[in-house]
């Protein structure tokens, strides 16, 4: 029997690759049938090493789930952008590579997060995803996130509607 060391860590730019590989597998297997896939694969495109690269050292918070073998997963945070959110705080992105999925990572990972936000005195937190993406639904909903709002989104030239989790 093994353990399996787990850390969350601020991401670097030599963590560029991975984040790559973890951002391209998660879009993949959570929005194909979703998102169109030539739209798709556009924004998969735009999201390779150099991008996460500059991502790493932007002032926006980027932290990576590090298991000792490698990355498998990420979540980048902040105040919230959407100033139609009574919330301060928003986790704008949060994937785990399928592989990792369902075991209870990515839950430590949002905690951990949350956590962070609150201790930056952002107690109240958003979180969007797309209204098809049944799991991710679900996740935030398992986590306690209550529905706020509900806009459409186009997403290359097809209408997405999305819905926005509270946490309090």
Known sequence: MSDLLVSIRHAKPGDAPALARVFDAAWREAYLGIIPGVTLDRM????????????ATRGRPLVVLDIGQGIAGYASYGRCRDRSL??????????????????????????????????????????????????????????GGRRVARVEERIGRTLLAKVAYLFR
């Open 44 to 55: 998969l495109a735009r999201r390779g090493e150099r991008w996460w690269r500059s991502t």
């Open 86 to 143: 009574p919330v301060e705080g928003e986790i704008d992105e949060l994937y785990l590579l399928p592989e990792y999925q369902g075991i209870g990572l990515g839950r430590r990972l949002f905690k951990a997060v949350l956590n962070d936000l609150r201790h930056g005195e952002m107690p109240q937190v958003a979180v969007w995803a797309l209204e098809d993406n049944e799991r991710a639904c679900a996740f935030y909903e398992g986590l």
